[in-house]
């Protein structure tokens, strides 16, 4: 089982990035995907997640109204589009994916966001 994350870097405030996180090693469309962040002396927390078959989201309260999560079950990617990014929002990102007890993670992202 893999899931690489990408997509990560330096931002200025205000800006847009969008990660992508490809899986392989499982049935990708038969997982719920969701990505979380960690921040440097803080808990990780969801960021959004996606049903198997994307025709549901949830955001956390952070990102709602800036982040979009989706997924392409035939490539077996799931992205997040950023925009309006905040200094706040400076964390490693990782990719979940999850069914009943199987639970994955990937190795995470950096996104920096700082002028």
């Known amino acids: 089982v893999q899931l690489v994350e990408s997509g990560g870097g330096l931002v200025q405030p205000g800006g847009s990035l969008r990660l992508s996180c490809a899986a392989s090693?499982?049935?990708?469309?038969?997982?719920?995907m969701s990505w979380y962040r960690q921040a440097p002396g803080k808990e990780r927390e969801l960021v959004a997640s996606i049903s198997r078959g994307g025709g549901g989201t949830n955001y956390g309260d952070s990102s709602k109204g800036r982040f979009t999560i989706s997924r392409d079950n035939v490539k077996s990617t799931v992205y997040l589009q950023m925009n309006s990014l905040k200094p706040e929002d400076t964390a490693v990102y990782y990719c979940?994916?999850?069914?009943?007890?199987?639970?994955?993670w990937g190795q995470g992202t950096q996104v920096t966001v700082s002028s």
């Open positions: 979940n994916a999850v069914r009943g007890v199987d639970n994955y």
């Open positions: 090693g499982f049935t990708f469309s038969s997982y719920g």
